[in-house]
């Protein structure tokens, strides 16, 4: 449950920041704001970088829709890999999961 108060007259964006404070809801919005479009689409290039058991987990999480254990893998290499966590948590919270099985499938490794 919760327990909070929203007065009247509300606006809708305030309505919809308490359901995702108190239900841990995401909202997907069909427009985005210019600094977030600066993030570029993932590629097998970006991924490179990680090792094969990484690349696997990754795999694993976006075949299975887990976008938990992909924001858990993306915190795991942050220190050393800021950029390409920073694209796979965007990719996650776009639900673009595609991208993320293209960039780490294994014939991928060699573009």
Known sequence: G????VRKP???????DRIAKYLGVRYKYEERAVGELSVSRLEASDV???SSEMKAE???AAVLGSIKRIR?????????HGELARKLLWVADEYDFE???SATRPEAEGT
């Open 48 to 50: 490179v970088v990680l």
């Open 2 to 5: 919760c327990d909070d108060l």
């Open 10 to 16: 509300f606006q809708e964006a305030e309505i919809f």
């Open 72 to 80: 858990q893998l993306a915190e795991a290499i942050e220190a050393e």
């Open 58 to 60: 990754l795999h694993r």
């Open 99 to 101: 991208a993320i099985i």
